[in-house]
């Protein structure tokens, strides 16, 4: 059978149509290959094995696919995604996301999201002729939507792959053990966290694309956590002091809209109490308690006012907490379709310092998560009964908990996993430093400043990014730390273990460090670190070679930079870039 060449390209329908490359791009244009059930063991095998539905992911897989290999997907939830979708937080962008900086393919699904608004919702015309028009208008994104848009996107263009049994999704697994012989992984055990059955998954590789490295510790691959000192890495923002268990904030998102006159007051959450009276003991010093309006501003570390008017009103200098994650603005929308604006919250007020996830047995883990989720209600409480009101009242009862927008109705309606922000991480052939793309120290080294100043050059590069060095509230009590950065190139050498020869990361969990994880870890950039070993691991079959191999024979790397450029990765910035 012959196997699909092209990546999905959603029409304004809303259809999958085939978007073909030139038959050399492809690795295995026509392989045959397809998954094997043994339905005695229970046992499945595919070319490549994926643990994560995130964006990481998910774009490996697509990669895998495009190139003629058989995928198996495992995601702990019911939906893939990852922060997209099952964690709700709208996509964090550089401001060149619209033409460049940026996989082919994750643009093709960002104008996906927008096909599908414009096929399926009742937009302003004046609205939908905008080419980049945003669904929500929020300040923070420029394609704030809602999580099931997304998740629809990712199904469409995954579909054929599963009807022509190229690709297997195991919704609500979790790997739960390893077989291991040297330094390869054999198989993985994963477990129905519905039914509690197992099943064995086989292959020649596999990638780790969970949210916080699990596979690394169940194969015995190296990593690090936490914060790295200054001593380790020279970094000018770098700790004292090694704290590796000292990982940035998880939140629990939520989705809320506003029916005024009405009262949609959710019962007191059981720890209302300690979260209302909770004063983030940290360094330096947080600005008051953390269920108010004020906070302390990322970059001085100075307490900054915050406002909260869930009618969107714009409060000047102020920022309306409303309007920053909003995924619907109404008046996007024909007059009558939508009583409220809906919005995510995903705010400083939820933001969960008080213990350290990774790393930590399963009942740890699991108190830190419900007191996570213990704050997001209490939070939620707060704005509907005690948040400070322009007229000088308490709190807007009308604003009303959609867990339907989550796909959570019947349980708490948070969002159906955390937003985690850090992860373990492993030790790669290349890590990447704050002297390599951080713009203070990049600056300090070269002597450059403005446009002259550039991140450090790879030679291996393999994809772009940008975001600022963004870390949240610490578990170890740290205050935010953001610092400016610069345009970026994801190193291959980042990617590969400095051992562990057929496995692979494809999320948070690859060779950066406590600090450059802070710019390496937005959707972007965790969706090319995706695609990048999706087409690593078919290049590497074919040439017959392991990754720590291909990494010292630079005419391989330079092969493959040339196949994934023709697939539509970018390895380097414009060099006018601003």
């Not at 033409?99 to 015309?125: C, D, F, M, Q, V």
């Not at 028009?133 to 929020?138: L, S, V, Y």
């Not at 990712?154 to 697994?173: G, M, N, V, W």
């Not at 009590?477 to 400095?498: E, H, R, T």
Request: proline share 6%.
């Amino acid at each position: 059978m012959k196997r699909r060449n092209f990546i999905g390209n959603l029409t304004a329908a809303g259809a999958v149509m085939a978007y073909p490359f030139s038959a050399h791009s492809s690795i295995f244009p026509e392989s045959g290959r397809s998954i094997r059930l043994n339905a005695t063991s229970n046992s499945l095998t595919a070319d490549l094995v994926i643990v994560g539905g995130g964006l990481g992911g998910c774009a490996a897989a697509f990669a895998a696919l495009r190139n003629g290999l058989t995928v198996l997907l495992t995601e702990e939830t019911d939906w893939i995604g990852g922060q997209l979708t099952q964690q709700g937080v709208p996509p964090d962008e550089h401001q060149w996301i619209e033409t460049h900086g940026a996989t082919e393919l994750y643009r093709r699904l960002r104008k996906g999201i927008r096909s599908y608004y414009r096929h399926n919702y009742p937009l302003r015309e004046s609205v939908a002729a905008k080419p980049h028009f945003n669904p929500g208008g929020a300040s923070v994104s420029a394609l704030a939507h809602e999580p099931r848009v997304a998740l629809a996107v990712l199904e469409d263009l995954f579909a054929p792959y599963i009807s022509s049994r190229q690709l297997l999704i195991l919704k609500e697994y979790k790997a739960v053990s390893a077989e291991t012989r040297g330094t390869k992984v054999l198989a993985l055990q994963v477990k129905s966290l519905r039914t509690g059955e197992t099943k064995e998954l086989k292959g020649p590789y596999f990638v780790d694309a969970t949210e916080l490295g699990d596979l690394l510790p169940m194969t015995g691959t190296d990593y690090i956590t936490g914060a790295e000192s200054k001593e380790q890495t020279g970094e000018l923002h770098a700790a004292d002091t090694q704290e590796p268990n000292n990982n940035q904030s998880f939140t629990h998102c939520f989705a809320i809209d506003y029916v005024k006159g009405e009262d949609w007051t959710i019962k007191k959450p059981e720890d209302y109490k300690f979260w209302r009276n909770f004063k983030p003991d940290m360094e330096p010093p947080w600005s008051g308690k953390l269920l108010e309006l004020i906070y302390s501003n990322p970059r001085t570390l100075a307490p900054k006012k915050l406002g909260f008017h869930p009618e969107g009103i714009d409060m000047g200098d102020i920022l309306n907490l409303w309007n920053y994650r909003r995924i619907i603005h109404k008046d996007n929308f024909e007059p009558g379709s939508y009583k409220s604006d809906i919005t995510i919250v995903n705010y400083p007020q939820n933001d969960y310092v008080l213990g350290n996830i990774v790393d930590v047995d399963q009942k740890e883990f699991e108190t830190h998560i419900n007191q996570g989720k213990q704050l997001s209600l209490s939070l939620l409480y707060w704005l509907q009964t005690e948040a400070p009101r322009p007229d000088g009242g308490k709190g807007w009862p009308g604003v009303r908990l959609r867990s339907d927008i989550m796909g959570t109705e019947g349980a708490d309606g948070l969002a159906k996993y955390p937003y985690i922000r850090e992860s373990r991480r492993i030790k790669a052939l290349f890590t990447v430093l704050e002297q390599h793309v951080g713009k203070e120290q990049r600056s300090k080294i070269t002597g450059l400043q403005g446009n002259g100043l550039k991140a450090e050059t790879f030679t291996d590069s393999v994809g772009v990014g940008y975001y600022h060095i963004d870390l949240h509230p610490s578990s170890g009590g740290d205050n935010y730390i953001d610092f400016g950065s610069l345009p970026f190139q994801i190193p291959l050498g980042a990617l590969i273990p400095v051992k562990m020869e057929n496995l692979l990361p494809a999320n948070k969990n690859i060779g950066t460090t406590h600090l450059t994880n802070g710019c390496y870890r937005l959707h972007p950039v965790e969706w090319s670190i995706g695609e990048a070993v999706g087409m690593l691991v078919p290049f590497l079959m074919h040439k017959g070679v392991g990754p720590q191999q291909m990494y010292k024979n630079s005419d391989l790397i330079r092969e493959f930079q040339a196949l994934i450029r023709q697939q539509g990765v970018e390895t380097e910035w414009p060099t006018n870039q601003g």
